[in-house]
């Protein structure tokens, strides 16, 4: 009999070392050996310095809810987290109101309040059989109205997003979407609206080093002699069950990737013709931020903000010193931009930022700004449109035929949290040490 222990073709490849992929390590029973194509393990949930000044890969807030995590949390950094009550804001109109826009209406132009309140009325007495909304900017109208609509959720989706609602199915909103009753929305409109609303009410964050304190911290747990960094994947022969990393083939009895879907397919050499096709329809936006710094503590006290008109050309920012103080040197403030042009940065980009900053009140002045970097993120948001089912369900049947289970958010090509990249690697570990269990007994 093989021992499984000792054979390494009854290993598991794990490729990339995000949090997925450490989380799949972590809860694994079987070997494995992990390849990160960059020197640090935390993938996108990494922090850089300049200058006392610390940046996240723009916010990165770690919003928990299964039990499983927060006990993974608190053991991994004990005593290091803090709870922050979330300080989320919208500026919209020269205004300054609480998030989200729809249940907090009150603050906006009274003529604002009167469509918005007047378009959420409309949409509730619609015929309750009316046809299922077939794309985003629908499943807006009909649930939040027309006024609503048009003076938040499609511009700032739009710029979220990076291509138009229009081209977005309704499939993936139901969670991070809050859907206020008349009720809440009319309270909201007043004033009068108790509590926060939505998905991420409170966040965990470290109380020093950035994002990448936790990641750094998960990390320490694995063994170290399996982790290899600086180890790009090459080439995944599936036909052979090995992996080719730095011209190095490895065996595997299965493999968890979690690079983004279209790499891994790009790697893959001898792909069935239908799975390729998919494989081309594949969308993704890239993403374009700044990472700025200021010399003076910023004017604003919210934590992030959503602006949804086209004058501004960032759709967020945020400040994680306000957050946790450790973020910048004392009296300095360290902010994320995230720009709503798709394309490379403008030179005026940053200028443009820092006088709109300074508009909405959340710097004393352009000049207060000390540097602003501009960032990428090449795959940021995952693109749901009307090939989307159809390709990945596709694509991951035939992977899962080779006992190649691509996970986390770009390896599943989802959106989702840190907190979803932890149970998938949970999740993919259970199923694999559930199949070896039974396809490994003599
Ligand atoms: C703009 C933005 C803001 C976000 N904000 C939040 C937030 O506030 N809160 C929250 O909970 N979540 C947030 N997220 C989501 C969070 O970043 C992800 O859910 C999580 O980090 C995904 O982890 P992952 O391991 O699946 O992917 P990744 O972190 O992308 O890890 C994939 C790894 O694969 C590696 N890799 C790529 N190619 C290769 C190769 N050829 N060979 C080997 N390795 C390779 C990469 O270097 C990377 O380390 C945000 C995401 C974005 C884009």
Redo the contacts with the bound molecule.
């Keep these: 009999m093989i021992n499984p222990e000792t054979n390494p073709a009854h290993q598991v490849v794990i490729?990339?070392?995000?949090?997925?992929?450490i989380a799949t390590a972590l809860h694994l029973r079987r070997p494995w050996v992990l390849?990160?194509?960059?020197q640090i393990?935390?993938?996108?949930?990494v922090t850089r310095e300049r200058e006392g000044y610390r940046f996240d890969?723009?916010?990165?807030?770690?919003?928990l809810r299964d039990p499983g995590m927060k006990k993974l949390v608190a053991e991994t950094l004990p005593d290091q987290m803090v709870e922050v009550e979330r300080k989320a804001r919208i500026f919209s109109h020269g205004a300054t109101t609480l998030y989200p826009f729809q249940s907090n209406l009150y603050g906006l132009p009274a003529e604002v309040v009167k469509e918005c309140l007047l378009g959420v009325i409309e949409a509730k007495l619609q015929s309750p059989g009316a046809a299922e909304p077939k794309n985003f900017e629908e499943y807006c109208l009909r649930h939040f109205g027309a006024g609503i609509s048009k003076h938040f959720m499609i511009p700032y989706n739009e710029r979220l997003w990076g291509v138009s609602p229009s081209e977005i199915t309704a499939a993936w909103c139901s969670r991070f979407v809050p859907l206020p009753n008349l009720e809440q929305v009319v309270a909201g409109a007043v004033g009068a609206n108790a509590g926060s609303m939505g998905y991420n009410a409170s966040f965990m964050y470290p109380k020093q080093g950035g994002i990448q304190t936790f990641a750094a911290a998960l990390a320490s747990r694995l063994e170290p002699t399996r982790v290899h960094t600086s180890?790009?994947?090459d080439e995944l022969d599936f036909q052979r069950r090995e992996v080719v990393v730095g011209g190095e083939r490895t065996p595997y009895s299965a493999v968890v990737s979690?690079?983004?879907l279209p790499?891994l397919l790009r790697?893959m050499p001898g792909l069935p013709k239908d799975i390729e096709e998919h494989a081309s329809r594949l969308r993704c936006t890239t993403?374009r931020y700044l990472d700025l710094a200021t010399r003076s503590r910023p004017k604003a006290d919210w934590h992030w903000v959503y602006v949804p008109e086209s004058r501004y050309p960032f759709y967020r920012v945020g400040i994680y010193s306000n957050a946790v103080p450790s973020m910048a040197p004392p009296g300095g403030g360290s902010f994320y931009v995230?720009l709503a042009d798709r394309g490379p940065v403008r030179e005026a980009a940053v200028r443009e930022s820092a006088q709109g900053l300074a508009e909405m009140g959340a710097i004393a002045s352009p000049d207060d700004v000390l540097f602003a970097d501009a960032r990428e993120?090449q795959?940021?948001?995952v693109v749901f449109d009307d090939h989307y089912y159809a390709a990945t369900s596709a694509i991951f049947a035939f992977l899962e035929s080779h006992a190649i289970y691509s996970?986390?958010?770009?390896?599943a090509w989802t959106y989702?949290?840190?907190?979803?990249?932890l149970i998938?690697g949970r999740e993919v570990a259970a199923t694999i040490e559930a199949k070896s269990a039974g396809a490994i007994k003599p």
């Design positions: 490729l990339g070392g995000g949090l997925t992929g390849f990160e194509r960059e393990l935390g993938g996108l949930a890969r723009t916010g990165h807030w770690l919003h180890a790009s994947l979690t690079l983004p790499e790697r993403l995230e993120i795959y940021a948001y996970r986390g958010r770009y390896g989702n949290a840190m907190e979803d990249a998938a």
